[in-house]
């Protein structure tokens, strides 16, 4: 099926470390890539093919996939890390339409 | 530093059209492909539509390919959407955002703050 499945929140203690995962047929074959929206502000890519951290994202930002699902982990928590989370792929018989996550709303307790 | 910025929303009534526009600067615009989503009150993200490169290619969502015109012009370093027929469905803010890639479509590394459209 053509879509992602992302559990509504997660919430952590800070230092803690918080995962979302993302769940979709799409995966098998096709790039994971996370972004953090927070209100009023650009959406921010933290995570690309997968694993890949871009330039300026902290490493405690990890990224995953194995087989239909991908693991967003944010290694010890802090404060500023509350956001909501999207993941996002490639259609995987579509190969220019995206598909987005519902999102994950993380809160640091 | 790539800049993106958005403008246009506006409210509409059903039915209307509406024109956004997104400035882009920072980079060469015209090796990359552009990319409109948007995201409706209260819900995630809904990608829209896609523009190589040079424009001469485009794809959009089920939801408004029969509605929605995307297209990019690059002597203005600027990327549009044209709506119409809108529907309140369609209200949402919309972002533009870059493809990282500057030979092929990859996937979206920088985007604006968005611009809010209302149709009620």
């Known amino acids: 099926s053509s879509e992602l499945i992302q559990p509504p929140s997660v919430s952590v203690f800070p230092g803690q470390a918080a995962r979302i995962t993302c769940s979709g047929d799409a995966l098998a074959d096709r790039y994971a890539y996370w972004y953090q929206l927070k209100s009023g502000q650009a959406p921010v890519l933290v995570i690309y093919d997968d694993t890949e951290r871009p330039s300026g994202i902290p490493v405690r930002f990890l990224g995953s996939n194995s087989g239909t699902k991908a693991t967003l982990t944010i290694n010890g928590a802090r404060v500023e890390d509350e956001a909501d989370y999207y993941c996002s792929s490639k259609d995987s018989s579509q190969n220019n339409k995206w598909l987005f996550g519902g999102g994950t709303k993380v809160t640091v307790l | 530093e790539v800049h993106l910025v958005e403008s246009g929303g506006v409210v509409v009534q059903p039915g209307g059209s509406l024109r956004l526009s997104c400035a882009a600067s920072?980079?060469?615009?015209?090796?990359?492909?552009m990319y409109w989503v948007r995201q409706a009150p209260g819900k995630g993200l809904e990608w829209v539509c896609l523009v190589s490169g040079d424009g001469g290619r485009a794809e959009c969502a089920d939801s408004v390919k029969t509605r929605f015109i995307v297209s990019k012009d690059n002597s203005k370093n600027s990327l549009y959407l044209e709506m119409n027929s809108l529907r309140p469905e369609d209200t949402a803010l919309y972002f533009c955002?870059?493809?990282?890639?500057?030979?092929?479509?990859?996937?979206?590394?920088?985007w604006g703050k968005g611009t809010k459209v209302t149709v009620s």
């Open positions: 920072g980079f060469a615009f015209e090796e990359h492909a």
């Open positions: 955002a870059r493809d990282a890639s500057s030979s092929h479509y990859d996937y979206m590394d920088v």
